[in-house]
């Protein structure tokens, strides 16, 4: 790398936010590289997947609310958010299950989908848009049984952090539809690594019954 040009940064309060700059940067044979750069740093989603004491169907949430760049007032995704100042994947996908659905979790019951998906390999983490952004993405897995009356109390309901402007609608579906409900990278990307762990056995078992 030559250089790199700062173009925008914006701030999160008293901490870095988003950072785009552009770079001179060539490889070894002298070529340039394409080198615009949206820096937005890791972030954490969540699969939850929920069983149904009484009919044993499973279902999964998804987070609706006001995505702009995408152009939608209303996109289904599954729940995430950006890793804190603390630097753990874990603790960030406990809080932002806990602020986004209103379901409290233990770290310990998170199952980390990426790092069973990669176990072995130089990767760790998914990356979204490799080709203009920075970030990368772990994926979490957490399975629960409940009350069909209470899987109905989820759908609609109102979560986010207002002084961070979110709002965002809760929306319940099978988990089977989950592939063609959401066009989300996040969702699709989860359920992929997912059903590959189910089918080869690489969970534990209360991780895939929900108990």
Known sequence: MNKITVQSVDMFGQRMGFVKWKGDITDKDGRVIPSIVFMRG?????LIVITCEEDK???????VQP?????KYALEE???GMLDQSGSFVGAAAKEMQEETGIVVKEKDLIDLTEKAFKGTKYQHVFPSAGGCDEKLRLFLFTTTMSKAKIQELEGKC????EEGENIKLKIISLHELWRAAPDVKAL????????LLARRELP???ITGL
Not at 57 to 63: D, E, M, S
Not at 189 to 196: G, K, P
């Open 205 to 207: 078992i209360d991780h």
């Open 189 to 196: 990307s989860a359920l992929c690594i997912y059903e590959n």
């Open 67 to 71: 995505r702009v760049p995408c152009g």
């Open 42 to 46: 890791a972030s954490v989603g969540m």
């Open 57 to 63: 169907k499973q279902y999964t949430i998804l987070t």
């Open 78 to 80: 599954l729940p995430a």
């Open 159 to 162: 979560t986010g952090v207002l």
